[in-house]
Structure formats: C-alpha cells, structure tokens
C-alpha cells in the first residue's frame, strides 16, 4: 500500500463489528454504507477504511476507474466535516481528484460548510424507497398490475416459500449459475462483477448480518432476494432475481420477501437505477414513497 494510504486498512470480513459500531450510531439513508454491501461488492470497488475525526472514513477505488470517498459515519464524538476534509485529502495525496460520491441529501443539508463545498445532485444514484406496506398489500389501483402479476403465478404454480438458511444457500448459488448462463453473464462485466458479489453475500452467509427468502418450485430455487436493515425503519434490498421465464415471478419473490422479512419496517430501499432507461421504469412501476437524493460533493475553488 503506498504511503498516502498506510493509515487505511483493505476492509475484511473481522472488520465487521468495528465498521457496523460507527453505522449504529450514525445509521445510514443510502444503500451504499452497510457492511454487508461494502464487503459483497469488495471485489469491484476495493473499500479502504480508517478512523478519521471519531468518524468512519471511506475510500472506494473500482478498477479501472478514479478513487472516490463515500460520506463518513460518526461515532459518538466524530465530527463529520473533519472527517470529510480528512478524506479529500488523503485523495488528493493519492493524485486523485478530491470529491465524495453518492452523499445523501441529509448530510448535504445538516453538515456540509456549504461556503466551502458545493454539491451537485446526481440522480442516477439516487435510491428507490417505498412503503413496506405498499409492497406487501399492493393495493389501489396504483399497482392494478402489480396484483394481477402476483396473482396470475399464485393461480399457476405450486411453490413454496423458504427464508434464505444454510440448507438453501447452495440451492440459491445454483440458481444464480443457471441465471447467468441464461443471460451470458461472461460477455457483460456489470452481469460478472453482480455475480461475483452474490457469490460473496451467500458463501459468508453464515457470518453476514442478511436475510434472504426464496420462491421454491418443483424443489428448484427459482427466485431469492437479499437484504438487511439499514437504519431502525427502513430495510434496502441488496439483490433479488428471478427466472425471467415464468410469468410473475419478479412480481412474487418481491412481494412475498417484503410481506416475510420486512413487515416490521416503514421503508423498503431498493437502491438505485444507475441512469438504465429500463432499470428506471421498472423502479417507478412500484410507485416509490420517495427518492433518497445523492449528490458529488468537492471543494470549492
């Protein structure tokens, strides 16, 4: 590691408890600042972290790609903005440029010195986030369509079911294999770089703080979705997949994981639609309760 980043550490798996400590007392609004999310994804965006001002401070560097920092979460004496210069610093010593990305909208409002750093809203990345209950119930006329998927599958097919446990986890990693073999996931990094990070969620189930749920047919994992809580009223669901061949089955695996492992919550964030004309509509179809706003905060000057 060079000198500009001897005082960060390549996030582990044994960094769990520490980095989840800072998230508990500061609890996050966008989808990016779980554990779980940081360490599934570790492969492309290669974290680094260090304490910084009483904060957790971030840098993300994907291949290929410029280093950034995401947003630091305080513990009980961290001082935000402290931790903000801190990081761009560290940036700018590295030769990148200083900037943190995918900044929530409550730390541009509450913490950010607006006099020395501006914020620019970067809507691509700005998370999905829906009432529980809407999900579950799908009521109105708003989601006329939405029940009338969910219910065409409950009428022709006999399924069940399962919350994700050890036993399904290697049923669900072969359904992720089938899934990628339907869609040539070798000739598309972003398919590649999603697969690997499923790979890494499940085979650490045992030791990740997640919840999954499956739709079994025919003793065949055919649909899971993966997600945890990430702050006391909201849940984010990290991934969810289906076999795109039977009818409905998006429509079920999202309902039946929201009614199964998130009745207790307020809000499901379902992340963002990274600016894909496709991944967009499909998240406004659900009609979102509102959007968590990210913005790319730099310097000023």
Request: charged share 25%; glycine share 6%; net charge negative.
């Amino acid at each position: 590691m060079s000198q500009e980043l001897q005082d960060y550490q390549e996030l582990q798996l044994d960094h769990q408890d520490e980095i989840r400590e800072f998230l508990r007392h500061d609890p996050p609004r966008t989808s990016e600042l779980t554990f779980t999310n940081l360490f599934m994804w570790r492969r492309l965006y290669r974290p680094l972290w260090r304490r910084a001002a009483g904060c957790l401070a971030v840098i993300l560097r994907p291949e290929g790609q410029e280093p950034f920092a995401l947003p630091p979460a305080a513990g009980p004496e961290g001082d935000r903005m402290a931790a903000l210069e801190a990081l761009l610093a560290d940036l700018a010593a590295m030769g990148a440029r200083p900037r943190a990305c995918r900044v929530g909208a409550d730390f541009v409002e509450r913490h950010l010195d607006r006099q020395r750093f501006q914020a620019a809203l970067d809507r691509d990345q700005s998370d999905y986030v829906y009432a529980a209950q809407d999900l579950i119930n799908l009521a109105g006329n708003r989601f006329h369509k939405k029940k009338n998927h969910l219910n065409r599958f409950l009428k022709t097919r006999q399924f069940r079911y399962k919350p994700l446990d050890q036993e399904t986890v290697e049923c669900v990693l072969e359904m992720q294999a089938s899934w990628c073999q339907l869609r040539d996931c070798q000739k598309d990094p972003g398919l590649q770089n999603e697969d690997q990070a499923i790979f890494e969620a499940l085979t650490h189930f045992d030791r990740l703080h997640y919840l999954g749920g499956a739709i079994v047919i025919n003793e065949v994992v055919e649909a899971f979705s993966l997600g945890e809580a990430l702050n006391p009223d909201t849940a984010v669901i990290h991934i969810e997949k289906a076999n795109p061949e039977i009818p409905g089955l998006y429509a079920a695996i999202n309902q039946m994981f929201a009614a199964n492992a998130w009745s207790g919550m307020t809000y499901i964030n379902r992340e963002q639609d990274l600016g894909l004309a496709g991944l967009r509509k499909a998240k406004e179809s659900y009609n979102p309760h509102h959007l968590v706003d990210k913005y790319l905060v730099t310097p000023r000057g």
